[in-house]
Structures are given as C-alpha cells and as structure tokens.
T-cell receptor, first 117, second 116 residues
Framework: AQSVTQLGSHVSVSEGALVLLRCNYSSSVPPYLFWYVQYPNQGLQLLLKYTTGATLVKGINGFEAEFKKSETSFHLTKPSAHMSDAAEYFCAVSRLNYGGSQGNLIFGKGTKLSVKP | DGGITQSPKYLFRKEGQNVTLSCEQNLNHDAMYWYRQDPGQGLRLIYYSQIVNDFQKGDIAEGYSVSREKKESFPLTVTSAQKNPTAFYLC???????????????FGAGTRLSVL
C-alpha cells in the first residue's frame, strides 16, 4: 500500500533561515509526488510536482524539492524563509490502481510552518 | 476566471439534518473529488468521480453521498448518519484520471461545517 509520512507536525524557523520540510513516501512503482501549501481557511495550492526526469524540482515562491529514490524522500526546501511562508504544507503521492487508474492522491498529515521575525 | 467554487463558506447542521455542500468548476475537468480535513489528520478522500454519472467511494464514504449529473458540478450531502460531521470540506478537480496523467488537483476554498 502506498503512504506518505511527513516528519514533524510543526516546524519553526527564523525569518531568513533555511526551510526544510521532510516527506517520505512508500510506493511499489515510480510515483508522482506533489507539495501543496494551505493558508488558513483556504484551499490547497500546488507548490511543485515531480513526475519524471530531473530529480530537483523548482516550484513557486522560491521552493524546491529533490526526489531521492534511494531514500524514498521528497523533502521541500527554501533557502531563506519569509514571513509570508507561514502556512501548512502537504506532501502527496499519486495513488496507483485505485479504481483501476493512476489518479487519486494520498496526502500526508501536513506540517505547519511558523516563521519568527 | 477559471476555478472551483465551493458554497457556502460556513454551514451549520442541526441534529438529524442532512446538509448539502456545493462544488462547481469551470475548468472543464473530468475528475472531481471531495476531501475531509480535520486538524492534524491531513486530507482524507470521501468520494471521487471520473466522469459524469459515475462516482466511487473513497476512504471515508460512510455517512456521505454525492451525485455527478453535470460535468461542472459535484455536490456532497452530509447525511444524519454521519455522527461527527464537524470538519473542513474541500472539493478538488483534475483534468484526467487516466493512467499517465500527472493528475494535478486544483482546490476550492472549502466549506467549514459545524454542528449546532
């Protein structure tokens, strides 16, 4: 069965510091991987995705993630945190063989990022 | 503007009452989804639909029902059988659910349901 684990339900960084949000996945076949961001009382917005090809993926707002097959990881990073980055972040993996198609997503439980001035 | 519209933003349910959450999209997407979000639990799939007049149960379908009579619309009914309905409900859509599709899901702004 596929699964997603996000390490750390809360992460706090200072403004200007490195942001590192961890995501590990379990999948028997090459997965599609996603990071989404959610601001309070809003829906989710796609930050970036990995499907095939280059393992370092760049997204919006200066975020990037690296797919490491050997570690089954897809950690999200940003070199310098900004106050506006405070939000909840979700890692997701495409669900395989669900109803016979590669369609649905399995989400991790989320990591809340706080940014201190 | 293209997007997904959920209404209402806030909804209150009385004991024994069924309530319906609306989800409309103008992205011409084939697939639509309903998720329930509880604090610290991430998103859990309630129902999804790949095409009009077809839908499938997700991981937590009990106490919920859906319909897909039009491509643009995927309403969710929270029935009286759902004993703990207080949550944030998110609707999403994606262009295709076929094998090989990247399946980027686009989300509405959500409906917060509370019990009176």
């Amino acid at each position: 069965a596929q699964s997603v684990t996000q390490l750390g339900s809360h992460v706090s960084v200072s403004e200007g510091a490195l942001v590192l949000l961890r995501c590990n996945y379990s999948s028997s076949v090459p997965p599609y991987l996603f990071w989404y961001v959610q601001y309070p009382n809003q829906g989710l917005q796609l930050l970036l995705k990995y499907t095939t090809g280059a393992t370092l993926v760049k997204g919006i707002n200066g975020f990037e993630a690296e797919f490491k097959k050997s570690e089954t990881s897809f950690h999200l990073t940003k070199p310098s945190a900004h106050m506006s980055d405070a939000a909840e972040y979700f890692c997701a993996v495409s669900r395989l063989n669900y109803g016979g198609s590669q369609g649905n997503l399995i989400f991790g439980k989320g990591t809340k990022l706080s940014v201190k001035p | 503007d293209g997007g997904i519209t959920q209404s209402p933003k806030y909804l209150f349910r009385k004991e024994g009452q069924n309530v319906t959450l609306s989800c409309e999209q103008n992205l011409n997407h084939d697939a639509m989804y309903w998720y329930r979000q509880d604090p610290g639990q991430g998103l859990r799939l309630i129902y999804y639909s790949q095409i009009v007049n077809d839908f499938q149960k997700g991981d937590i379908a009990e106490g919920y029902s859906v319909s897909r009579e039009k491509k643009e619309s995927f309403p969710l009914t929270v029935t009286s059988a759902q004993k703990n309905p207080t949550a944030f409900y998110l609707c999403a859509s994606s262009g295709s659910i076929s094998v090989g599709a990247t399946n980027i899901q686009y989300f509405g702004a959500g409906t917060r349901l509370s019990v009176l």
